[in-house]
T-cell receptor, first 108, second 112 residues
Framework: GQQLNQSPQSMFIQEGEDVSMNCTSSSIFNTWLWYKQDPGEGPVLLIALYKAGELTSNGRLTAQFGITRKDSFLNISASIPSDVGIYFC????????FGTGTSLTVIP | DTEVTQTPKHLVMGMTNKKSLKCEQH?????MYWYKQKAKKPPELMFV???????INESVPSRFSPECPNSSLLNLHLHALQPEDSALYLC???????????FGPGTRLLVL
């Protein structure tokens, strides 16, 4: 099935730095979701966005639903070691699609 | 209860074995899903159940057989698997087909 373009593919950052990642699609979506997955575990839903332009925070995480409805952004402020993992975006329109993932490594 | 649970956590099976993966949710969700995930890749959809009826089969080989005994349970029966079927198998549920998907912790399957 379709996959969303997610970038960057991987990030290596110093503890305390901010992180930004994004997801783009050729189709418009009604919902954008961001998940985090730890090794050997299932994806955990971090933030759900339901309206174009919506900006939602969950602690140090902030995500935005792009105005065009074809993209979304996730920012993590003041990263900590437990932020390590793979972050997946997903878009829900007529079908549900996953992004290709962003692997985040935080160096203490 | 806001969780999707899956058993077993790990499973090793031979190519001639028959085994089953189990998934359970008590959130009243009416859509349930099976996904297969290889390392460092996004989950790939296998099956979708809506109101206990199979809604989508993403051309999955017949050695994988899903079953939805009731609205809270979803099984995946495995028979004559191949080593390339080794993966993390994830179950998910949502309020309905348009709802946000909640994932279980997965079953790590190794086929020898």
């Amino acid at each position: 099935g379709q996959q969303l373009n997610q970038s960057p593919q991987s990030m290596f950052i110093q503890e305390g730095e901010d992180v930004s990642m994004n997801c783009t699609s050729s189709s418009i979506f009604n919902t954008w979701l961001w998940y985090k997955q730890d090794p050997g575990e299932g994806p955990v839903l971090l933030i759900a966005l339901y309206k174009a332009g919506e900006l939602t925070s969950n602690g140090r995480l902030t995500a935005q639903f792009g105005i065009t409805r074809k993209d979304s952004f996730l920012n993590i402020s003041a990263s900590i070691p437990s932020d390590v993992g793979i972050y997946f975006c997903s878009g829900n329109g007529n079908q549900f699609y996953f992004g290709t993932g962003t692997s985040l490594t935080v160096i203490p | 209860d806001t969780e999707v649970t899956q058993t077993p956590k790990h499973l090793v099976m031979g190519m001639t074995n028959k085994k089953s993966l189990k998934c359970e949710q008590h959130m009243g969700h009416r859509a349930m899903y099976w996904y297969k995930q290889k390392a460092k890749k996004p989950p790939e959809l296998m099956f979708v159940y809506s109101y206990e009826k199979l809604s989508i089969n993403e051309s999955v080989p017949s050695r994988f057989s899903p079953e939805c005994p009731n609205s809270s349970l979803l099984n995946l029966h495995l028979h004559a698997l191949q080593p390339e079927d080794s993966a993390l198998y994830l179950c998910a549920s949502s309020q309905d087909l348009r709802g946000d998907r909640n994932f279980g912790p997965g079953t790590r399957l190794l086929v020898l």
